[in-house]
């Protein structure tokens, strides 16, 4: 095998790094929190004769990340299953490869601490030339990934990994001789040309076209199907011997320049080469100034390809048979025991939904437990007023969202969630259920007056603005200031001010923002100052809570008076009801959470224990319900 055609020509010695990468849509329902309850995940769990898993005796079921309402308490359980129904199908993989590689490990009383995880992450930084906060935001953020998960799923295994082979690493003075005659011995500069296999027969036909014409080989090297090698003409690096596949490496050195070789047949393809030049060796560099870099090197490439081959072979003895699934929806039923099967290693060894629980709660608990809290208070003040929201309603109202986005679930969750990394599971029950239970408690809480009505059709259908904005940071008045006269006198001036500006939203949009009328706007001072403008015109300096706002008219768009109010009033007034019902949610929630004074005592997720020996040294020995009231923390505490 000579592998993947990217590497072919690759020097073999070039130091790789070990470290790899292997919403605002969402914000509906992000304030009201998330779903709780989890129930049995159906599978077939046929494995002969399972160990049985072992009594040991654990706090999962009352250890306390957070109470409510004084005394009432969020269980660690509570929390675990929260975290399954959401990433347990898609991590419990994950886990089971930890599990594979800690059983190997402590087979051999191989231990990992702490310290070694940090000093591997620093190294790797040291490779990617960044620091820890700058990976974090780049890097980690776009995997959706917090800087635990990363040490402990990523770096620790690699640690592991490399201890665990460490003794077929080896280098002999075979290899380092072959590695500097790789790296400093003659090359050979060349072209390639790939065909697929079922396309043998047409380079057999055009093979001697190609070896007889330059012109012809240039040409064809263009255009071939694959596009890595198109894009540079065929153009490869340099070959340099023991550097890529035996074959093909032996044909490249029989070419002198100008010549072509004969097909070679390959895994990936039929190749053509053709000899540019011959790039005589490199005696500047002696073996021994560089046999301790290349042996190095050496090392570290050979390491990445035995640690895949070594957890494959104990993948394959683990035998690893997830059977937890994921759901859509919330299946009916209790809550199921921590000692659940969630999967089995080496054919009987079980893992229970507590271990699952408890390495979901490691990676996420902290973060997510806030939003636990948030719909845990929502449910209780539910239960009080017996509000109940059913499947069915909430099967309507996704149905209602699709329609209106005009895309069916597929499509909703590839061209919606899957940005936002999201699953349908959650979307229903952390962002629909909850809206639906707020709605219902605000229904006698809002009205629609006649004034409103009056004002949503002025809104919508009276003299309307087209403008352009510049909004300036806060801080940033006097340097604001200082540009007004040539933004006021220049559209040229204005306008790349406006691609340029601190916000990214307004910068992508030339600072065009939506149409509006009356009353649309909220604030009414920004609203005043708008309709003072003429087309062309520039406001004066606005000061908003958001910064310092510049506006230029761009159009005027008169009335619509063809629409007369009486013809949409019962559609503005559903319309005005639901905007006054959405912004209602947000004073009810912030009611409850008053009345619940949540408070948390889970550390954030980079060091994932609870703080109840810290709560009892601030407050003393707490009450048998839980941590007294007045020293509640209403939203909770990080």
Known sequence: ???????????????????????????????????????????QQTIPSPEPVPEVASDYTTRVVAYIHGGQPITRQELGEYLIHRFGADKLP?????????DACRERNIEVTSAEVDAAFQESLKGLAIDKDTFVRTVLSRYKKNLFEWKEDNVRPQVQMSRLVQARLAVSETDLRRAYESAYGEKIDCRIILWPHSKEKEAL???????????AFADAAKRQETSWLA????????IGRWSANETLEKEAFKLMPGQVSTLIRTPEGIVLLKCDNRIPPDTSVSFESVRDKLEAEIRNNRLNAEITSAFQALKEKAKPQPLLKKYDRLPAGPMPAPTQVVAYLYGSKPITREELGEFLIARYGAEKVEFLVNRKIIDHACAEKNIVVTEEEVDAAFDAELKLLKCDKNVFQKEYLSKYGKSLFEWREDVIRPRLMLTKMCQGRVTVTEEEIKKGYESYY?????????????????????EYAKLRDSEQEFANKAKSQASSTLAAQGGRIPIFGRHMLGDDNLEREAFKLQPGEVSELLETPQGYVLLKCDRRIPPDTSVKIEQVREQLTKEIHEKKVQMEMQVVFKELAAIAKPQLVLKNHSKPEDLLAETQ????????NGPAASASTPGGAK
Request: charged fraction near 25%.
């Open 231 to 238: 894009g540079s003409g065929g153009k490869i690096k340099p």
């Open 462 to 482: 009276g003299e309307r603005l087209e403008c352009r904005m510049i909004l300036y940071p806060p801080d940033q008045k006097k340097f604001a200031m200082t």
């Open 1 to 43: 095998m000579i592998g993947n055609p990217r590497t072919w020509f690759r020097r073999p010695l070039s130091r790789a790094l070990w470290l790899a990468v292997g919403a605002s849509a969402l914000g509906i329902g992000i304030w009201c929190g998330r779903g709780w309850l989890l129930h049995r995940a159906t599978a």
């Open 94 to 102: 994950l886990l089971l490869n930890k599990r594979i590689v800690d």
């Open 617 to 624: 040294k601030l407050l003393g020995t707490p009450p048998a």
């Open 205 to 215: 036909e055009q093979f001697g076209r190609l070896r007889d014409s330059e012109a």
